[in-house]
């Protein structure tokens, strides 16, 4: 054999090592996410926003039927958008409906999403008429850094009151 | 002579080349050996985690616990406190073990915790870890790894019908 070919070989050698060394790479770098957390994102978004819309708190009612009741997550939202900025039919634990709400929905989130090392925005907001839309409550994770690029959703949750429509929505990410 | 010193010198030439060829080949078989020894444990953690969210699903389906609703659809994500309660105190989970749970759940930890309102009440399901017994018959867990799954839901009281939904965390620990 010449030496011409032999070198033609050798560099045939290398081409076929680089391009296996690339196809490699390649497997590693476009392996996609297991489809497995993503599904349990959604589904662990879904659950939560569908556990907290549910969950009893109890109340005093300030209106006709005074005394302490229990109610559920969605009327006290209902009671923050109709009261937004004046005294609220509902006192939970002192605090007006908005800020008790506001507290309670922060702590129920950080003692499980943020236990569990995940990220997460919260967001109510009231749709009034045209293109209005005020922010009830707003909460993300504790380390601020909350989802803004890969995440799930939980879907709307939204509720009809007197004031509007209220919108109510959880982002979770890793 | 000169030709055969020549020779020498290719010949170390391409001994050199072999050299570096092999110590190649060698770094590539190292290399892929940790790869797979890497995917194959990526692998079982992945099938771990299936396996807990299979469990997962399983158990908020299972209709000794979920909160039905007379003959409509039961109520997602959701358990009723009185089953969960008669299912832990009575241990019925552990009592038809070997019949049907273990079929259904093998080798996991079922726990629902009530995180508000409440002091953080919390029932122990089902329990069955993996064991083997030693020489002296002492029993020893008998699992590497185990992968935690955890779900928000709601827990229905039926009994206190004011203080109707309360908020749960479930969780379900797969030993493997």
């Given at each position: 054999?010449?030496?011409g070919q032999m070198e033609?070989?050798?560099?045939?050698?290398?081409v076929?090592?680089?391009?296996?060394?690339m196809?490699?790479?390649?497997?590693?770098a476009?392996?996609d996410d297991?489809?497995k957390?993503?599904?349990?994102?959604?589904?662990?978004?879904?659950?939560?926003?569908g556990?907290?819309?549910k969950?009893?708190?109890?109340?005093?009612?300030?209106g006709?039927?005074f005394?302490?009741?229990?109610?559920r997550?969605?009327e006290?939202?209902?009671?923050?958008?109709?009261?937004?900025?004046?005294?609220?039919?509902?006192?939970?634990?002192?605090?007006?409906?908005?800020?008790?709400?506001?507290?309670?929905?922060?702590?129920l989130?950080?003692?499980?999403l943020?236990?569990?090392?995940?990220?997460?925005?919260?967001?109510?907001?009231?749709l009034?008429f045209?293109?209005?839309?005020?922010t009830?409550?707003?909460?993300?994770?504790e380390?601020?850094?909350?989802c803004?690029?890969?995440?799930?959703?939980?879907?709307?949750?939204?509720?009809?009151?007197d004031?509007?429509?209220?919108?109510?929505?959880l982002?979770l990410?890793? | 002579m000169?030709?055969?010193?020549?020779a020498?010198?290719?010949?170390?030439?391409?001994?050199?080349?072999?050299?570096i060829?092999?110590?190649l080949v060698?770094?590539?078989?190292i290399?892929?050996?940790?790869?797979?020894e890497?995917?194959?444990?990526?692998?079982?953690?992945?099938?771990m985690?299936?396996?807990?969210?299979?469990?997962?699903?399983k158990?908020?389906?299972?209709?000794?616990l979920?909160?039905?609703?007379?003959?409509?659809?039961?109520?997602?994500?959701c358990?009723?406190?009185?089953k969960?309660?008669?299912a832990?105190?009575?241990?019925?989970?552990?009592?038809?073990?070997?019949?049907?749970?273990?079929d259904?759940?093998?080798?996991?930890?079922?726990?629902?915790?009530?995180?508000?309102?409440?002091e953080?009440?919390?029932?122990?399901?089902?329990?069955k870890e993996?064991?083997?017994?030693?020489?002296?018959?002492?029993?020893?867990?008998?699992?590497?790894?185990?992968?935690?799954?955890?779900?928000?839901?709601?827990?229905?009281?039926?009994?206190?019908?004011d203080?109707?939904y309360s908020?749960?965390v479930?969780?379900?620990e797969v030993?493997g």
């Amino acid at each position: 054999m010449k030496r011409g070919q032999m070198e033609m070989i050798g560099l045939v050698v290398i081409v076929i090592l680089i391009t296996l060394g690339m196809l490699f790479m390649a497997q590693f770098a476009l392996k996609d996410d297991p489809t497995k957390k993503i599904f349990v994102r959604k589904g662990l978004a879904y659950s939560t926003m569908g556990a907290l819309m549910k969950t009893s708190v109890a109340c005093d009612d300030r209106g006709d039927d005074f005394g302490e009741k229990f109610v559920r997550m969605t009327e006290l939202m209902k009671d923050c958008a109709e009261y937004y900025g004046e005294p609220s039919g509902y006192m939970c634990d002192n605090k007006q409906s908005c800020e008790f709400l506001q507290e309670l929905i922060g702590d129920l989130l950080t003692d499980t999403l943020g236990t569990w090392q995940k990220h997460y925005e919260f967001k109510s907001s009231l749709l009034g008429f045209g293109d209005s839309s005020e922010t009830l409550i707003e909460f993300s994770d504790e380390d601020e850094k909350g989802c803004k690029d890969e995440r799930d959703t939980s879907g709307l949750f939204p509720i009809n009151s007197d004031a509007g429509l209220i919108e109510n929505i959880l982002y979770l990410c890793d | 002579m000169k030709k055969n010193r020549k020779a020498q010198i290719r010949m170390s030439e391409t001994i050199a080349v072999l050299f570096i060829f092999f110590i190649l080949v060698v770094f590539s078989l190292i290399f892929y050996y940790k790869y797979s020894e890497v995917s194959f444990k990526e692998e079982q953690a992945e099938l771990m985690g299936l396996r807990a969210m299979d469990t997962t699903l399983k158990t908020l389906f299972l209709p000794e616990l979920i909160c039905s609703q007379g003959k409509a659809e039961p109520i997602d994500n959701c358990f009723d406190l009185m089953k969960l309660r008669h299912a832990a105190e009575e241990g019925v989970f552990n009592k038809y073990l070997s019949e049907y749970y273990f079929d259904l759940f093998p080798y996991t930890k079922i726990t629902i915790e009530q995180l508000y309102p409440g002091e953080g009440e919390s029932w122990v399901l089902y329990d069955k870890e993996k064991t083997k017994q030693l020489d002296d018959g002492l029993m020893v867990p008998d699992w590497k790894n185990k992968e935690s799954t955890y779900f928000v839901v709601s827990l229905r009281d039926e009994l206190n019908p004011d203080n109707e939904y309360s908020f749960g965390v479930l969780t379900v620990e797969v030993y493997g």
